[in-house]
């Protein structure tokens, strides 16, 4: 009987499937980056419509009522200032705390509640006017309280629904908030200016320069323009010069958090400084 000798074979992939499973990979990796590329495009755009609705519905707003929401002593800028030293957080809870979560339906107030009105539009206070109406005043609305103001202003006008909290209605694709109010320039070292603005807090470094591409049509530079980076740190409130840097830090991170300001409205001068109000 002819013995059989039983070779083991040697385990292991060939070169051609080696080459197939790299190939794999590859594809797959692109896919991903690819993906994620595709989601912050969609991010970006997001923001800048959440800007751009929002200024459209303040545009509204101006030409039905002459005045700006928020704007309670129609002087043509929003009292709420929009930045104050919210820009310092590292988190987002004081902020989030600055809107009302509740779907209370906004009212205006016939006397000073002392600021207690979270629910309340501006404020109508004083006395009685000749035609029989209280006259809006700035009245407690410019305290950091007050920052649902000139989204209970178009709730009152009915540009928003009553059933969205004002924390939902501010909130932005970045997970913060959006705070529409005022800021002062000091462009010519002598005279402090206001401006209305749309001031975002905890926006990616890589999302606040796409922004500006898209609005201001470039990135170059972080201090002028409608889409400026503020100072994170103090309470001078000057712009960053760059995007690429970042305040306190120095870094250059791409996902390093920044403040920006979108100016909707009147422009501060390329070299001015921005200061609180």
């Known amino acids: 009987m002819k013995k059989i000798n039983l070779k083991r074979r040697q385990a292991g992939f060939t070169l051609v499937e080696l080459s197939i499973v790299l190939v794999v990979v590859g594809l797959l990796f692109a896919a991903v980056v690819k993906g994620q590329e595709m989601?912050?495009?969609a991010k970006v755009q997001?923001?800048?419509?959440?800007?751009?609705?929002?200024?459209s519905i303040v545009q509204k707003y101006a030409l039905?009522?002459?005045?700006?929401?928020?704007?309670?002593?129609s002087d043509g800028v929003v009292d709420f200032a929009a930045?104050?030293?919210?820009?310092?957080?590292?988190?987002?809870?004081?902020?989030?705390?600055?809107?009302?979560?509740t779907t209370t339906q906004p009212t205006y107030n016939g006397s000073d509640d002392g600021g207690a009105?979270?629910?309340?539009?501006?404020?109508?206070?004083?006395?009685?006017?000749?035609s029989g109406s209280y006259e809006l005043t700035n009245t407690d609305v410019t305290a950091t309280s007050m920052a649902n103001t000139w989204i209970n202003d178009l709730k009152l006008a009915g540009m928003v629904s009553d059933s969205v909290p004002n924390r939902i209605f501010a909130k932005t694709v970045n997970e913060d908030f959006m705070f529409l109010g005022s800021v002062a320039d000091q462009s010519d070292k002598s005279a402090t200016a206001k401006y209305n603005a749309i001031v975002l807090h905890n926006v990616p470094q890589w999302m606040a320069r796409a922004v500006s591409t898209a609005i201001n049509g470039t990135d170059a530079v972080a201090n002028r323009g409608r889409i400026?980076?503020?100072?994170?740190?103090?309470?001078?409130?000057?712009?960053e010069a760059t995007w690429d840097v970042i305040s306190g830090t120095g870094g250059k991170m791409r996902d390093s958090m920044v403040s920006i300001a979108y100016f909707y409205d009147r422009v501060p001068a390329a070299t001015g400084n921005f200061f609180v109000d």
């Open 64 to 73: 039905a009522k002459g005045r700006m929401p928020g704007d309670c002593d």
């Open 46 to 55: 997001k923001l800048v419509q959440d800007l751009k609705n929002t200024e």
């Open 39 to 41: 989601v912050d495009v």
């Open 117 to 130: 009105g979270n629910d309340q539009g501006c404020l109508q206070v004083g006395a009685l006017s000749i």
């Open 83 to 101: 930045d104050a030293t919210l820009r310092t957080d590292t988190g987002n809870q004081a902020r989030a705390e600055k809107y009302n979560y």
């Open 228 to 239: 400026r980076q503020l100072v994170r740190t103090g309470s001078n409130g000057k712009y």
